[in-house]
């Protein structure tokens, strides 16, 4: 045991990320150490990182950089992520003081090192998710929160030309229905009244039962429900062709799951989703989405974008705004297309950056209208919020709404952890402003 130790660990990316950073504080926790709040006090200092755009892997190094420069001379430097898993050795090249490199498959390996086992190499990035899941499984979970993340499904067999994601996390695999069950109970009697089932590609999901028979997301969900201090769940992220009928219809008949879904289309040109090889059509898209709103009129529904994907031409960017004019966007990101080394499109000809730019413009410009009038359609109306944490200013608290909307509150702490209703009183296109009922 390290009694006195303390870890600080920052997240970069996805929610997949913070599942994982949640998994390596509650490992530290397991051997002793208190979290830190900031970088400059902790013995250990973990950088769990993103690689998907270029400006993200840079972020590492900036990050290793200040560290170094202001952190504690003898703490140990964890790089784990999939910048880990994708630069793998170079990181230790480039930055030396750096102790241990992991990879997202790899994480149990911080056990042993923090038990001080012999680790012969220190750049791990093998891939095995059903060691990495079996493994995590014996660390009692520290998590506080009423909204909590549990992964699901890991990896991702698409292949899609701008991404690194196959190669970051590896073949798509999905972890057994009564580990899950195990999980989603554990998180719902240390307070978590949410829960986010989240994977890569969360909807291909198709875990085995304990008889070994394979079931579906809708399956895993009806199942989660079933626990009684469970109120809500959602889940991210879905690719367009998993978004199977029997899913879609779960919407209408489920009171649980939230009427919210992140369904990221990515272009509205049938062209360019065909150079990104996400083997669907932008009608294909208006299918699904004509379908789950007759199932909940009300969804809100939130995409990515990229911007500027080599070949873009005027009338395929023309292509994406009218997608996003006719489906109307509660919430969308978008982004600059960024090559990535070792994936198809990163070697074909570029779009300039001057044209990239102008239209992520019109695209963000097109988005947060869309997002500011479907907050709009609530003031003066009654949302039910869960209260997550203190807000801001002083008096004031914040939280979620079932459309995913993020609420600040003026309202007491006694609501934290609770699903109250809030009547809204001002809103603006990334949040909403509200007062508890009493
Ligand atoms: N599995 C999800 C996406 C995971 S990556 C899906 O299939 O949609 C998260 C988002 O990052 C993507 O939806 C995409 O919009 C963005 N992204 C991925 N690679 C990118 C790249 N090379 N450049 C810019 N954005 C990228
Ligand atoms: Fe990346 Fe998603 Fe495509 Fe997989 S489906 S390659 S995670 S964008
Ligand atoms: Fe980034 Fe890896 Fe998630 S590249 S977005 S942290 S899967």
């Known amino acids: 045991m390290n009694n006195s130790k303390s870890f600080f660990i920052k997240s970069f990316g996805c929610q997949m990320n913070i599942y994982d950073s949640d998994k390596m504080r509650d ?44 952190g504690k ?32 498959q790899s ?10 086992e012999i680790i012969e190499d220190k750049t791990i990035t093998e891939f095995d998710a059903i060691e990495k899941f ?30 690194v994601v196959p190669y970051t996390r590896g073949s798509e695999y999905s972890r057994r229905i009564d580990d899950i069950l195990f999980e989603a109970k554990n998180m719902a009697n240390s307070g978590a009244v949410e829960i986010t089932l989240l994977g890569q590609n969360v909807n291909a999901y198709h875990g085995e039962d304990k008889n070994g028979t394979q079931r579906d997301l809708t399956y895993l969900i009806n199942k989660i429900s079933e626990i009684e201090k469970i109120k809500r769940i959602t889940y991210s992220t879905s690719h367009p062709n998993n978004m199977t009928d029997k899913l879609i219809e779960l919407h209408g008949s489920n009171e649980k799951l939230l009427p919210f879904l992140h369904l990221p289309v990515q272009s509205g040109s049938n062209k360019i989703l065909k150079l990104m090889n996400r083997k669907h059509t932008r009608e294909f898209y208006f299918g699904i989405i004509d379908k789950i709103k007759k199932q909940k009129k009300d969804i809100a529904l939130s995409s990515d974008f990229i911007i500027g994907f080599p070949g873009e031409e005027e009338k395929d960017f023309d292509d994406t705004i009218d997608l996003i004019e006719q489906v109307e966007f509660m919430n969308s990101y978008s982004f600059i297309y960024s090559p990535r080394p070792g994936t198809p499109a990163a070697d074909r000809k570029q779009v300039s950056l001057k044209i990239q730019e102008e239209r992520l413009k019109i695209a963000q410009s097109l988005l947060n209208e869309q997002q500011k009038n479907f907050n709009k359609k609530f003031l003066k109306k009654t949302l039910e919020v869960l209260i997550s944490s203190s807000g801001k200013y002083e008096g004031q608290v914040k939280g979620r709404s079932e459309f995913n909307q993020s609420v600040a509150i003026e309202g007491n702490s006694k609501y934290i952890g609770n699903i109250v209703p809030v009547n809204i009183t001002d809103v603006s296109s990334h949040s909403l402003i509200g007062k508890t009922k009493s």
């Open 27 to 70: 490992i530290f926790i397991s051997h002793g150490m208190s979290q830190a709040n900031h970088y400059e006090h902790a013995d250990y200092v973990v950088l769990n990182t993103c690689h998907i755009r270029e400006k993200a892997t840079e972020k590492t190094y900036s990050d290793l950089g200040r560290v170094n420069k202001k």
């Open 73 to 104: 001379i003898n703490n140990k430097i964890i790089v784990t992520g999939c910048v880990a898993q994708a630069e793998g050795d170079l990181i230790r090249k480039r930055v030396p003081f750096v102790d241990l490199v992991l990879g997202p």
């Open 134 to 163: 079996d493994s995590l499984k014996k660390f009692p979970s520290y998590n506080s929160s009423s909204s909590a993340f549990l992964t699901i499904q890991e990896g991702c067999d698409k292949f899609c030309t701008f991404c």
């Open 107 to 116: 994480l149990q390996t911080l056990d042993k090192y923090l038990s001080n």
